[in-house]
T-cell receptor, first 113, second 113 residues
Framework: AQSVTQLDSQVPVFEEAPVELRCNYS??????LFWYVQYPNQGLQLLLK??????LVKGINGFEAEFNKSQTSFHLRKPSVHISDTAEYFC???????????FGRGTSLIVHP | DTAVSQTPKYLVTQMGNDKSIKCEQN?????MYWYKQDSKKFLKIMFS???????INETVPNRFSPKSPDKAHLNLHINSLELGDSAVYFC????????????FGPGTRLTVT
């Protein structure tokens, strides 16, 4: 079975500061990894994904994440956040060939002016 | 054009009633999903259909019944609604064969009084 742990339920940060949202996973087989963003009263949309290849993945809105197999982590980073980045962020993992995704409990990013 | 649409957006009803939520995707995907997001933002998969066939049925009360008339539609019918069913329900679609990114609808906020 796979699982996802998002270590921080809430991350407050000032505008233009860097941010890192942490995600750790466990799985006995190779995985796909994803970060989704949910803006208030909206559905989730994909920020970025790791399927294979380069461990540094770049996504939309200036976000990037690094897959670290030895630490079983997939942390999300942005060098300079905007007020508009305030949202809920979900890490998700799936085993290759599986239809069953597992989502973390989400991290609320709150950007202050 | 809306990729994944759900109706209604809001649904307020009394305990014991039966209600349906409709979902349609125009992305040509073979796989569709229903998720439940509780008040703490925890996202849990309920069902998945691939080409109109049920492939995932997580531990969900049998009061919940998905129906897929064709691969572009996956409706969710709920019988004998209970207070604990209050949540936001998301429909999503994705490519078949293996888990890749999913495209989420805007959600239906169900409130049972």
């Amino acid at each position: 079975a796979q699982s996802v742990t998002q270590l921080d339920s809430q991350v407050p940060v000032f505008e233009e500061a860097p941010v890192e949202l942490r995600c750790n996973y466990s799985s006995s087989v190779s995985v796909y990894l994803f970060w989704y963003v949910q803006y208030p009263n909206q559905g989730l949309q994909l920020l970025l994904k790791y399927l294979s290849g380069s461990t540094l993945v770049k996504g939309i809105n200036g976000f990037e994440a690094e897959f670290n197999k030895s630490q079983t982590s997939f942390h999300l980073r942005k060098p300079s956040v905007h007020i508009s980045d305030t949202a809920e962020y979900f890490c998700a993992v799936s085993n290759r060939g599986s239809y069953i995704p597992t989502f973390g409990r989400g991290t609320s990013l709150i950007v202050h002016p | 054009d809306t990729a994944v649409s759900q109706t209604p957006k809001y649904l307020v009803t009394q305990m014991g009633n039966d209600k349906s939520i409709k979902c349609e995707q125009n992305l040509g995907h073979d796989t569709m999903y229903w998720y439940k997001q509780d008040s703490k933002k925890f996202l849990k998969i309920m069902f998945s259909y691939n080409n109109k066939e049920l492939i995932i049925n997580e531990t969900v009360p049998n009061r919940f019944s998905p129906k897929s008339p064709d691969k572009a539609h996956l409706n969710l019918h709920i019988n004998s609604l209970e207070l604990g069913d209050s949540a936001v329900y998301f429909c999503a679609s994705g490519l078949a064969g293996s888990f890749d990114e999913q495209y989420f609808g805007p959600g239906t906020r169900l409130t049972v009084t």
